[in-house]
């Protein structure tokens, strides 16, 4: 009756993690809503953990066991998300709320960029293996890049170049791997700032792409359309 999503581990592998709607005709209550529910990876019977309400997706055990993490929209009226997603934290065991990382922020937290040169893939968002920082998707001005910010709060950091888009990532420790292309690049694999694959050099050396101009256009209430 109910579909579940964004399943993860508990770092101790006895308890899974998902994502839910399970209200009676939640898809025709006019709100997004989803909850964060619990089960024995042995089975049995599922629990509802305590969390704010909005759409939530990503869902993230912490190394420790001790948070989870979310990509969510903090409005339930916002079905069609007006709103940016943000990153969101709060204990394992639940809470009524949770800490919001990026909402101090304009950022838009998810692969939103539209092109020929994106697709997501991989991870969406990801913790440190010390629990320390969370890993995740931002798209802004025709990019998508991977930024980082600490789990207990601060400013994002940028860990790929502007210009570009990234299609997916994923880590393994501390080490980031991610597909990176441009509107004149084709997408190839990089590990940190290494590019290791190359597969598009013989069709790249055939032809001459034409670069496209970035222009903005004016809001009318003083901010920007990039």
Request: proline share 6%; charged share 20%.
């Amino acid at each position: 009756e109910f579909s579940c999503g964004d399943i993860c581990w508990s770092p101790d592998g006895l308890t899974l993690a998902f994502l839910s709607d399970r209200r009676p005709d939640g898809d025709a209550s006019g709100t997004a809503e989803t909850q964060i529910w619990t089960v024995s990876a042995e089975g049995g019977d599922i629990a509802a953990l305590p969390a704010p309400s909005g759409d939530k997706a990503g869902l993230a055990w912490s190394p420790d066991g001790r948070s989870l993490a979310y990509i969510g929209n903090p409005d339930p009226q916002d079905q069609w998300g007006t709103n940016n997603d943000r990153v969101f934290v709060q204990p394992a065991g639940g809470n009524e709320t949770a800490r919001d990382l990026t909402g101090h922020t304009d950022k838009a937290v998810g692969e939103l960029t539209i092109a020929d040169v994106g697709g997501g893939g991989g991870e969406s968002l990801v913790w440190s293996a010390d629990s320390l920082r969370l890993f995740f998707p931002v798209s802004e001005n025709g990019d998508t890049r991977i930024y980082s910010v600490p789990a207990e709060g601060g400013e994002l950091t940028a860990l790929t170049p502007e210009g570009h888009v990234v299609g997916g990532f994923s880590m393994a420790g501390d080490t980031i791997a991610y597909t990176l292309g441009s509107s004149t690049v084709p997408a190839e694999v990089y590990v940190g700032d290494r590019q290791v694959s190359d597969l598009n050099r013989a069709w790249s050396d055939e032809i001459a792409l034409q670069a496209p101009i970035s222009f903005a256009l004016d809001a009318g209430d003083g901010g920007i359309v990039p």
